[in-house]
C-alpha cells in the first residue's frame, strides 16, 4: 500500500512538473529565433524582419522583409506582404530614434524621386492574400535621407532600424518590424 502511495505521488510530481513547463492552451508566444534568412551572394551581408501590427494597430496585414547588401552593390529589398491591408501608400526604413521623431533612411517603396521627399504609391495598393515589392537601391538612395553606408550599417549592426509599411488609415505605419542583421552583419571577402 505504501508503495502505490509513493508511485502516485511521483506520478502526480512529474504531471505537475510538465504542467508548469507546458504552455497555456491558446498561448500564442513565440521563442525568439532568427528570421528566415533570404538566399544572398557569398559575403553579402543580410538583414530581415517579420512584419506585424504596429503598435497600438490592429490589422490582418503581415509579411516580411529583407535587405540583401553585397559589397559594392547594387543592394536589393524585397518585401512580401500577406494577409489583407488597404491603401498602402509607402515602406521605409527607419531609424528608432524618438528624439529624432524615428527618421526614414531608406525608402523602399515607392523608389524616392525627390531628394528627402517621401513619396506615396499613386494610387495606393490595396490587397488580400500577397503583395511582393523588389527594388535595387545604392548609396545614393540611404544619402537622399541624410546618412552613408558606414552610418547605415552601424545603425543595422546594432538593431536600430526598422521597417515601416504605412497606409492612408494609419499614416505612422501600419506593420513594422525590426531589421536583424545575420552574423557576422559585415562584408565577407
Known amino acids: 500500500m505504501a508503495s502505490r502511495r509513493v508511485a502516485l505521488a511521483a506520478l502526480v510530481l512529474v504531471v505537475l512538473c510538465i504542467g508548469a513547463h507546458a504552455k497555456p492552451k491558446g498561448d500564442k508566444s513565440k521563442d525568439k529565433k532568427d528570421p528566415k534568412w533570404p538566399d544572398a551572394p557569398s559575403g553579402a551581408i543580410v538583414a530581415a524582419t517579420e512584419l506585424s501590427a504596429a503598435p497600438n494597430k490592429t490589422t490582418s496585414g503581415k509579411g516580411y522583409a529583407y535587405l540583401v547588401l553585397p559589397k559594392g552593390g547594387p543592394y536589393q529589398s524585397y518585401i512580401m506582404l500577406g494577409g489583407e491591408m488597404k491603401s498602402v501608400s509607402m515602406a521605409h526604413v527607419h531609424w528608432m530614434n524618438a528624439t529624432a521623431k524615428n527618421p526614414i533612411r531608406l525608402g523602399l517603396f515607392p523608389s524616392v524621386t525627390a531628394a528627402g521627399t517621401p513619396v506615396l504609391l499613386n494610387p495606393p495598393l490595396s490587397y488580400k492574400g500577397s503583395a511582393t515589392f523588389q527594388r535595387a537601391w545604392n548609396e545614393t538612395d540611404i544619402g ?46
Do not use: R
Not at 546594432?158 to 531589421?179: C, D, K, M, R
Not at 552574423?183 to 571577402?189: K, L
Open 144 to 189: 537622399y535621407w541624410g546618412t552613408d553606408i558606414n552610418t547605415f550599417l552601424t545603425l543595422l549592426k546594432s538593431g536600430a532600424l526598422y521597417v515601416n509599411v504605412h497606409t492612408a488609415a494609419n499614416p505612422g505605419g501600419e506593420i513594422q518590424g525590426t531589421l536583424k542583421c545575420k552574423s557576422p552583419c559585415m562584408w565577407g571577402m
